[in-house]
C-alpha cells in the first residue's frame, strides 16, 4: 500500500479549501526523476490528510470547506471550478501540449537514432545528407503528429458516444453529467452499477456496498455508511469515505465529491504508474520487432564501416556510408503506421456501430478467436415479457404477481429488465403508498433480493430470486389462504413444475415471504429466514432472428461463441436450440466449483455452455481459456460481468451497460449483437493486416539491403551508393508506404483469427529478403560490364571519367532499388496474384505510382545532379524492365511456396 493519506493535519476541518485540488494545465503522463517524486509524494500526503479531516468533519464545517450545501453546487459554481482544477480525469488520460507531444514523440527510440545521425551528418559538414534525414525526422514526427490528432480527435468523439455519466444535485435539481466534469464539493447520487467519480465522502447511505478491488485487491464488497470513525490513520479505515474507481455493487447513497482527478488516491497512482497498461502479445511483437532492427542495424553499420574502410582507405567516407546504412535500416515510420492504423480501424469501426475506446484493444479483437457472452440480449432480444405469474400448483394467481410489483416497485437498486417487465403492469390493482421499512439488496451469492414494507399492523417482507435460492430459506408453502409445510418431498414436486417453465425456455423466479411484529425496523440476509414459497413469475426473451446468422459467420471466421450465464441450464439449452447453437456439454457453477484449474482447463475446450455462474466463476473460466493459448473477449453489460471483462483479452460491453461494465471495457457496442461484433472482428483483422504489411516489407527489404550492401562493398572498387543517395532511397521508400493504413485486405485474411507470429515474420524475411539482392547483383553487373562502369580501374580513365562512371553505377543502382522497393510491396501485400486478382487501396497505388516516377525522373532532372545522380542510357530502362518482371515472377512463386508451407 502506498503511504498516501496516512497521518492527521491539525487544525479544524474548515482549513481543507477546495483550492488543494488544483491541477496544473497540461500536466505530463509521467514525472521523472528525484524531484519530481518527492512532489508527488508531498502531493500524495496533502491530499490523504484533507480526505480524512474531511471525513471527520461535522457536516456544517464539510460544506462550509467544500463551499458547498445539502442541494450541492449551483451550475455557475460547477463551470467555475472546472476552470480552476481542472476536468476529473486521471494521468493516463491527460493530453500532451504540442511541444509535449512533439518532445515525447522526440524521446521514441528510432527517432533518437536519427538525430544523432542527423547531428553527426551536420558535424562532419555533409550538409545535404544531414537536411535528408531532418526530412525524414519532419515525416515520421510531424507527420505521424498530424496524422494521430487528426485520428485522435475522431476517437475521442466516438469516446463520447459512450462516456460514463453521473447524477449530480446541482442547485437542489437532479442532474446527469459526465464524469469528467465532477468537481469538488458536487453531491453526487449512487446506486448499485455506478461507478464512484471522485473521492468522496458518503452523506446518505442505505444498504450500500462498495467493491474496492481495482485499489485494495479486496475481492469482497465493503459496506459504507455517513458514520465517521475519529482518529483514523489510514483512508481506508474511513467507513464513510468512497473512492475513485471502485464500483457500488448494491444499495443507494449520496455523497460529497472531496478529492478529483490527479488528487485522488486513483489519480496519485495514476501519476506514478501511468504507462499504458499491460502489453498486448502484439506490443511486444512490435518491440521485439523494433530491437531486432536495431541490433540487425548496429551489426551491419560496424560491419560496413570496417569492410569500407579497409577495402576504400577512406574511413571519413566509410562513416558516413554506415551512417547512412544505419537510416536505411530504421523502421522510422513503424510507430506512425501502427496509430494511424488503430485510429483509422476505430473510425471505421465506428460505422458499424462499435466504438473503440481502447486502441490498443483492436490488435486483440482481430486475434480473438473465442467469444463468451451471457445469452441475454446477444441470442436473445433483450425484450422481457411477463408470460405468467403462477401459484405453486401451476395456477394463475393475481397474489404472487401483486407481491412480485411490490418487491420491484419498492426496492432501490438497479432495475434490471426483469424488473421492467413486471412493472410494465401498471393497472394491477397494488398498494403504492406502503411506507418502505428496508431493504435487502440483491448479491450473487444469495441470489435474491427483498424488500420490507409496512402493510396494516404488520412488516411484510417480501422476497424475489433464483428458484433453488429462495427454495432453501422457504419452510411453507401457501395455495389460496391455506399455509402447509414445505418438505423435501414436496420441494422435489414443485420443483417439477419449474423445471418444466424452464425447459420450455422461461425464466423462472420465485416469490416469497413472512411477516414480521411493527417493533422490527432493522432487516439483514439472515432474516431471510422462515418465509412461505408464494408461486411463480415466468418471464420470457425470445430469441434473435439473426443470432443463427451470427454464429455462423462467427464460426466460419474461426471464433467460437461460448455461453456464461448466471441463468439455469435448461432456459439456456432452449435458447441455444432455438438459435441453432450446437451444445455438446454443459458445466454449471457447482461442478465448476468442485474442479481444479488442471480438471477445469480440459473441461473448458469442450464445453459450449457455462451455467448458474457467479462473477468469480465467470472470471475463472475466462483466466483459464486464456491460458490454454486462447485470445478470450468477453461480452458483459452488467456488475457481475467486469471482473470477466477485466480477465479478458478484449473487454467488451454495450452503451447501455452498467457504468462499471462500461469503464471495463475496450471496446463498446452501439447494438447488442453477435452480427455486429463479427463486423468489428473483421475490421479489426484489417488493421492487424495492414500493420503487418509494412513490417514484412520492411524486415525482407532490410534482409535483402544487407547482402547487396555487404557484397557491393567488398568487391566494387567505389561505395555501391553514395551516402546522400542511401539517405535518398530510404526517403522515397517511406513516401510510398503512407497508403497502407488505408490499403486493401483480401477476403481470405479475414476468415480466421490473426496472432503476432515473430518466429513467421523471420522465416518470411530469410526466404523473401535475399530475392531482391539477386537482382542487385544483376543491376551490379549489368553496370560493371555492359555498360562499361569497371572501367573505373583503368589507369587510363580521367578523374573525370571516374567520377562519371561511379554515378553511372550509384545512379542504376539507385534507380533499380527504388523501383523493385516499390513494386515489391504490390507483391507481398497480397497471396493472391497482384493487380490482377487484388488491387491496392488508392491511396497506396498513388504513393507508389508517385515514388516510382520520382525515382525515374530524378536522373534526368535539375536536381539530379546535386544527389550525384546522372542520365541514364536508353538501354537501361529495358533491362530494368526485364529484371522487374523476372523479380516480380520469382518472388510472387516463392511467396505462393511460402504460405503454402508456413501459412499466411
Known amino acids: ?58 457536516e456544517q464545517e464539510l460544506f462550509a470547506a467544500l463551499g458547498s450545501s445539502p442541494a450541492g453546487l449551483t451550475v455557475e459554481t460547477a463551470a467555475d471550478r472546472i476552470d480552476t482544477h481542472g476536468p476529473n480525469v486521471l494521468a493516463g488520460e491527460q493530453r500532451y501540449s504540442f511541444l509535449k507531444d512533439i518532445g515525447h514523440r522526440l524521446r521514441n527510440p528510432l527517432v533518437i537514432q536519427l538525430l544523432v545521425i542527423c547531428l553527426l ?78 473521492d468522496l465522502r458518503i452523506l446518505q447511505a442505505k444498504d450500500f456496498f462498495v467493491s474496492q478491488s481495482v485499489l485494495t485487491g479486496e475481492s469482497m464488497p465493503v459496506e459504507k455508511s455517513p458514520r465517521a470513525a475519529l482518529g483514523s490513520k489510514e483512508v481506508f479505515e474511513l467507513p464513510n469515505a468512497c473512492f475513485q ?38 506490443d511486444r511483437g512490435v518491440r521485439s520487432f523494433v530491437w531486432l532492427m536495431v541490433r540487425f542495424m548496429l551489426v551491419m553499420v560496424t560491419t560496413v564501416f570496417l569492410i569500407v574502410g579497409l577495402t576504400k582507405h577512406n574511413w571519413f567516407e566509410a562513416l558516413l556510408f554506415g551512417l547512412s546504412v544505419a537510416v536505411g535500416l530504421t523502421p522510422e515510420m513503424l510507430p506512425m503506421i501502427i496509430t494511424v492504423c488503430l485510429s483509422k480501424g476505430a473510425i471505421v469501426m465506428s460505422r458499424k456501430k462499435v466504438i473503440v475506446k481502447q486502441l490498443q484493444a483492436i490488435q486483440n479483437f482481430g486475434a480473438m478467436n473465442v467469444i463468451c457472452s451471457d445469452k441475454t440480449g446477444t441470442l436473445t432480444q433483450d425484450r422481457v415479457v411477463l408470460e405468467r405469474h403462477v401459484d ?46 428496508d431493504e435487502i439488496p440483491f448479491d450473487f451469492q444469495r441470489k435474491r433480493m427483498s424488500v420490507i414494507i409496512e402493510y396494516e399492523d404488520a412488516h411484510i417482507l417480501i422476497c424475489k430470486g433464483a428458484v433453488e435460492d429462495v427454495y432453501g430459506v422457504c419452510d411453507r ?92 441450464e435448461l432456459v439456456t439449452l432452449k435458447v441455444c436450440k432455438d438459435v441453432g447453437l450446437a451444445v455438446s456439454r454443459v458445466l454449471l457453477g457447482k ?29 475463472r473460466i475466462v483466466t483459464v481459456l486464456r491460458r490454454r493459448g486462447n485470445v478470450v473477449g468477453f461480452m458483459g453489460d452488467g456488475i457481475n460481468d467486469a471482473p470477466a471483462m477485466r480477465a479478458a483479452d478484449v473487454g467488451i460491453s454495450v452503451d447501455t451497460a452498467t457504468d462499471i461494465a462500461k469503464e471495463s471495457a475496450g471496446i463498446i457496442l452501439l447494438e447488442k449483437s453477435l452480427m455486429v461484433l463479427e463486423d468489428g472482428i473483421i475490421e479489426g483483422r484489417k488493421v492487424f493486416a495492414n500493420i503487418t504489411k509494412y513490417i514484412r516489407m520492411g524486415a525482407s527489404s532490410n534482409f535483402g539491403n544487407m547482402f547487396s550492401v555487404l557484397g557491393g562493398s567488398l568487391f566494387l572498387p567505389f561505395l555501391p551508393m553514395a551516402p546522400i543517395q542511401v539517405l535518398l532511397n530510404n526517403f522515397l521508400y517511406d513516401l510510398s508506404q503512407l497508403g497502407i493504413p488505408t490499403d486493401r485486405v483480401d477476403e481470405e485474411i479475414l476468415t480466421r483469427p490473426r496472432r503476432w507470429d515473430i518466429k513467421h515474420l523471420r522465416r518470411f524475411m530469410i ?30 580513365a580521367s578523374p573525370a571519367a571516374k567520377h562519371y562512371l561511379e554515378s553511372l553505377f550509384h545512379t542504376g543502382w539507385f534507380v533499380e532499388s527504388i523501383l523493385t522497393q516499390t513494386l515489391i510491396v504490390h507483391i507481398i501485400r497480397t497471396s493472391r496474384i497482384p493487380f490482377i486478382q487484388s488491387g491496392p487501396g488508392r491511396a497506396l497505388a498513388f504513393s507508389s505510382l508517385l515514388v516510382a516516377a520520382a525515382g525515374i525522373f530524378l536522373p534526368y532532372s535539375a536536381i539530379g545532379p546535386a544527389f550525384g545522380l546522372v542520365p541514364l542510357p536508353l538501354t537501361y530502362w529495358f533491362w530494368i524492365a526485364a529484371f522487374l518482371l523476372a523479380y516480380s515472377a520469382l518472388t510472387h512463386t516463392v511467396k505462393l511456396w511460402f504460405f503454402k508451407r508456413f501459412g499466411s
Open 1 to 58: 500500500m502506498t503511504s498516501w493519506g496516512k497521518g492527521r493535519s491539525e487544525g479544524s476541518a474548515a482549513t481543507g479549501a477546495v483550492g488543494s485540488n488544483r491541477r496544473p494545465s497540461g500536466e505530463p503522463r509521467r514525472r521523472k526523476g528525484a524531484a519530481g517524486g518527492k512532489a508527488g509524494a508531498a502531493r500524495a500526503e496533502e491530499a490523504g490528510r484533507r480526505l480524512i479531516r474531511l471525513c471527520e468533519a461535522k
Open 121 to 198: 551528418s551536420f558535424l562532419l559538414a555533409d550538409v545535404r545528407s544531414g537536411s535528408v534525414v531532418a526530412g525524414m525526422i519532419f515525416l515520421s514526427v510531424v507527420l505521424s503528429y498530424i496524422q494521430e490528432s487528426r485520428s485522435g480527435r475522431a476517437i475521442e468523439k466516438l469516446r463520447r458516444l459512450v462516456q460514463t455519466s453521473v447524477l449530480v444535485l446541482r442547485g437542489g435539481r437532479e442532474e446527469e453529467v459526465g464524469i469528467a466534469t465532477i468537481v469538488p464539493g458536487d453531491v453526487v447520487i449512487l446506486s448499485a452499477g455506478d461507478i464512484i467519480p471522485a
Open 245 to 282: 474507481g471502485s464500483n457500488v455493487v448494491s444499495g443507494s447513497a449520496r455523497g460529497i465529491a472531496i478529492n478529483t482527478g490527479l488528487s485522488t488516491y486513483l489519480g496519485v497512482l495514476s501519476k506514478t504508474l501511468s504507462s499504458a497498461g499491460g502489453e498486448t502479445s502484439f
Open 392 to 437: 405453486v400448483v401451476n395456477r394463475e394467481s393475481e397474489d404472487v404477481l401483486r407481491y412480485a410489483y411490490m418487491n420491484s416497485y419498492y426496492q432501490t437498486g438497479l432495475r434490471n429488465l426483469l424488473d421492467n417487465a413486471i412493472l410494465s403492469n401498471e393497472d394491477l390493482d397494488v398498494e403504492r403508498t406502503c411506507r418502505k421499512v
Open 477 to 568: 408453502y401457501q395455495i389460496d389462504e391455506e399455509i402447509y409445510p414445505l418438505t423435501e418431498v414436496i420441494k422435489g414436486d414443485l420443483a417439477e413444475d419449474y423445471r418444466e417453465l424452464s425447459a420450455d425456455g422461461y425464466r423462472v423466479l420465485a416469490i416469497a415471504y413472512r411477516e414480521y411484529p411493527l417493533a422490527k425496523e432493522q432487516f439483514a440476509a439472515d432474516d431471510e429466514t422462515s418465509l412461505i414459497l408464494l408461486g411463480y413469475i415466468a418471464l420470457f426473451d425470445p430469441p434473435k432472428d439473426s443470432a443463427l446468422k451470427a454464429i455462423e459467420a462467427l464460426r466460419a471466421s474461426g471464433v467460437k461463441v461460448k455461453i456464461l450465464t448466471g441463468d439455469n
Open 591 to 619: 461442478q465448476i466449483v468442485a474442479m481444479s484449474d488442471p480438471e477445469l482447463k480440459e473441461a473448458v475446450e469442450e464445453t459450449e455452455v457455462f451455467a448458474r455462474l457467479t462473477p468469480s466463476q465467470k472470471e
Open 767 to 796: 526466404y523473401i529478403g535475399p530475392l531482391s539482392s539477386i537482382f542487385d547483383y544483376c543491376t551490379f553487373f549489368l553496370m560493371l560490364f555492359f555498360f562499361k562502369c569497371n572501367q573505373f580501374v583503368s589507369a587510363a
